[in-house]
């Protein structure tokens, strides 16, 4: 995508700029005027990255007739890179903006991304990215004119490599949780086991102790009944006795 592209220009020195010439070569005057002429914004070969244009080679100088300007004209020939995107073309750009159209990313300051939100419904990486991740974006569609701050494009969203670490954590994190809870419903399922066994067990012997003081208990009334009859038997033997 990033590719070296040739100009030429044609660059103008007006008299202010001349006055410099005590200070800097004419090749450095042409080079300065021709950096701020393409750099940092669209060509026809694209966008031009800051820094990168050098002059190769200049023309004689001369002053066009009948402008009456001072200036003198120079055509130069020029090298820089260039940045021009392509169809299917994968880049990584930060987040700069996110709102219910979808997501603005910002690649080197060439190219501003226009992810759609509703080609991503129900994409979970997607609704999570925020502003200032770092995302990798396949690029789709552009467009640009001259002198334009950056290319327009847009394009698909593939991954989150900001967040991509933490997402793997927490899958690994839930995977744990969901393992606990098995062993915990596992013991749980021991215990409960035990547990009924113990309560069958003490109503056994709850049974049991029922069984025993109910005979007790008819025992205790026996006991009773006899002792009524005895007591009464003992009253009647005394009054024979009387008699």
Do not use: W
Not at 64 to 86: H, M, S
């Amino acid at each position: 995508m990033e590719t070296t592209a040739f100009f030429e220009k044609k660059v103008n020195l007006t008299p202010k700029d001349l006055n410099k010439v005590k200070g800097s070569t004419i090749e450095e005057l042409i080079l300065e005027k021709a950096k701020k002429s393409i750099e940092n914004k669209c060509s026809e070969q694209g966008f031009v990255l800051p820094g990168s244009v050098t002059l190769l080679s200049r023309s004689m100088g001369y002053f066009e007739a009948a402008r009456f300007t001072g200036d003198a004209v120079y055509y130069a020939k020029l090298q820089g890179q260039v940045i021009y995107p392509a169809d299917g073309v994968k880049v990584i750009g930060q987040v700069i903006r996110k709102n219910k159209m979808g997501l603005y990313v910002n690649y080197r300051d060439a190219i501003r991304i226009q992810v759609p939100r509703d080609l991503h419904l129900g994409n979970e990486d997607y609704e999570e990215v925020q502003i200032g991740d770092m995302v990798e974006i396949e690029i789709k569609r552009s467009k640009f004119q001259i002198n334009d701050e950056f290319i327009l494009a847009s394009g698909l969203f593939l991954s989150n490599q900001s967040g991509s670490s933490g997402t793997n954590t927490n899958n690994i994190i839930t995977k744990g949780v969901g393992d606990n809870t098995l062993d915990e419903d596992i013991l749980n399922t021991g215990e409960e086991e035990e547990f009924e066994e113990e309560e069958e067990q003490a109503e056994g012997k709850a049974v049991q102790m029922g069984g025993d003081n109910s005979s007790e208990d008819d025992s205790n009334i026996e006991d009773d009944d006899n002792a009524e009859d005895e007591s009464d038997f003992d009253s009647e033997e005394d009054d024979e006795n009387e008699d």
